[in-house]
């Protein structure tokens, strides 16, 4: 049976919250579409990210990634939007993705896009 492509991101919580770890994933085999000639396009993703509350589960990342396989993008569209979909799902600290495309027309390509939330406010008191 065939497993299907999918664009849902799937997140369990972090079993450590309140400490910042930096999480590695690798995709040696990332494959997407050229919008203009429609062959594909190969890559290297990495994606690297500090979670907060939530972390992403590979199984979904393995079928989201996999979604891009029948689709016709840019390198810089595909990177950026694949940060933006994981930056939503699980809404961490600080994200990073990098794609290492292989050559096409003699041109190699990578594309790196991050993310940084923002810097939370203390909480202070007032005396009343």
């Given amino acids: 049976m065939k497993k299907q492509s999918s664009k849902k991101l799937e997140t369990f919580k972090n079993s450590h919250p309140e400490r910042d770890y930096q999480i590695e994933l690798e995709c040696p085999e990332f494959t997407c579409l050229c919008p203009k000639t429609g062959q594909p396009d190969f890559a290297e993703l990495e994606i690297t990210y500090v979670p907060d509350k939530?972390?992403?589960?590979?199984?979904?990342?393995?079928?989201?990634?996999?979604?891009?396989?029948?689709?016709?993008?840019?390198?810089?569209?595909?990177?950026?939007?694949?940060?933006?979909?994981?930056?939503?799902?699980?809404?961490?600290?600080?994200?990073?993705?990098?794609?290492?495309?292989?050559?096409?027309?003699?041109?190699?390509?990578?594309?790196s896009a991050h993310y940084e939330a923002p810097k939370r406010k203390a909480k202070v008191r007032q005396k009343k």
């Fill in 54 to 111: 939530l972390c992403i589960e590979l199984k979904s990342l393995k079928l989201y990634l996999w979604s891009f396989r029948d689709e016709g993008a840019f390198h810089e569209k595909v990177i950026n939007d694949i940060l933006d979909h994981l930056v939503k799902a699980c809404k961490p600290r600080w994200m990073e993705v990098v794609g290492d495309f292989n050559v096409r027309g003699g041109i190699h390509t990578t594309v």
